[in-house]
C-alpha cells in the first residue's frame, strides 16, 4: 500500500528566510502524482504545486520550488522568501490517478515569525 | 467562479439524526471525492465517484453514504450519525488525472 510521511510536524521560519518541508512516500508504481497543499487557518485546502512522476525536472510555481528524487522517493518543498502568509498547515500527497485516493500525509505546520 | 461548494460549513446534531452535506462543482469535472480531516492523522478518503452513478469506497468508508445522480452534485449521508464521525469534511472534485483536486470549504461536523 502507498503512504506518505511528513517527518515534521512543526517547522518555524523568518520572513525572507527559506524553509524546505520534507516528504518521502513509498509506492511500486512508476506513474503517479505528487502534490503539495496548503491550509491556512481558514482551513481551505489549496494546491500549492504539483509533481509528475515522470517528469525528471522539478517544479517550480514563483516562490515555491520542489526537489524530487525518484530513487529516493523523496518530494520536498522549499519556500523562499517567506513571507507571514505562508504560516499554515502543509499537507504533501501521493496520487495514481484522479478518482482514486490522494494519499496525504499527516502534515506540516509551518510557522513564520516577523 | 470555479468552485465546489459544500454546505453547511458548521453542523452540529445528535446521535442517531440523519443528516446530509451537499457538495456541488461548476466546473463540468467528472471526479468527485469526500474526505475526512482529523488531528494527526491528515486527510482520508471516505469515497469517490468517477461518474454519474459511478461510486466507490474509499479508505474509510464505514458509516456514510453517497449518491451522483448528476454530474455536479455528490452528497455525503449520514444515516445515523455517532460522535466519532466528529470530523472536518472535505468535498473535492478533479478534472483528470495528475491535475488534483479542488476542495469545498468544508464542513465542520459534531455529534453529541
Known amino acids: 500500500a502507498q503512504t506518505v510521511t511528513q517527518s515534521q510536524p512543526e517547522m518555524s521560519v523568518q520572513e525572507a528566510e527559506t524553509v524546505t518541508l520534507s516528504c518521502t512516500y513509498d509506492?511500486?508504481?512508476?506513474?503517479?502524482?505528487l502534490f503539495w497543499y496548503k491550509q491556512p487557518p481558514s482551513r481551505q485546502m489549496i494546491l500549492v504545486i504539483r509533481?509528475?512522476?515522470?517528469?525528471?525536472q522539478n517544479a517550480t510555481e514563483n516562490r515555491f520550488s520542489v526537489n524530487f528524487q525518484k530513487a529516493a522517493k523523496s518530494f520536498s518543498l522549499k519556500i523562499s522568501d517567506s513571507q507571514l502568509g505562508d504560516a499554515a498547515m502543509y499537507f504533501c500527497?501521493?496520487?495514481?490517478?484522479?478518482?482514486?485516493?490522494?494519499?496525504f500525509g499527516k502534515g506540516t505546520t509551518l510557522s513564520v515569525s516577523s | 467562479e470555479a468552485q465546489v461548494t459544500q454546505n453547511p460549513r458548521y453542523l452540529i446534531t445528535v446521535t442517531g439524526k440523519k443528516l446530509t452535506v451537499t457538495c456541488s462543482q461548476n466546473?463540468?469535472?467528472?471526479?468527485m471525492s469526500w474526505y475526512r480531516q482529523d488531528p494527526g492523522l491528515g486527510l482520508r478518503q471516505i469515497y469517490y465517484?468517477?461518474?454519474?452513478?459511478?461510486?466507490d469506497k474509499g479508505d474509510v468508508p464505514e458509516g456514510y453514504k453517497v449518491s451522483r445522480k448528476e454530474k455536479r452534485n455528490f452528497p455525503l449521508i449520514l444515516e445515523s450519525p455517532s460522535p466519532n464521525q466528529t470530523s472536518l469534511y472535505f468535498c473535492?472534485?478533479?478534472?483528470?488525472?495528475?491535475?488534483?483536486?479542488?476542495f469545498g470549504s468544508g464542513t465542520r461536523l459534531t455529534v453529541v
Open positions: 473535492a472534485s478533479s478534472l483528470n488525472r495528475g491535475h488534483g483536486y479542488t
Open positions: 509506492t511500486s508504481e512508476s506513474d503517479y502524482y
Open positions: 509533481q509528475e512522476a515522470y517528469k525528471q
Open positions: 500527497a501521493y496520487g495514481l490517478q484522479a478518482g482514486t485516493a490522494l494519499i
Open positions: 466546473m463540468n469535472h467528472e471526479y
Open positions: 465517484s468517477m461518474n454519474v452513478e459511478v461510486t
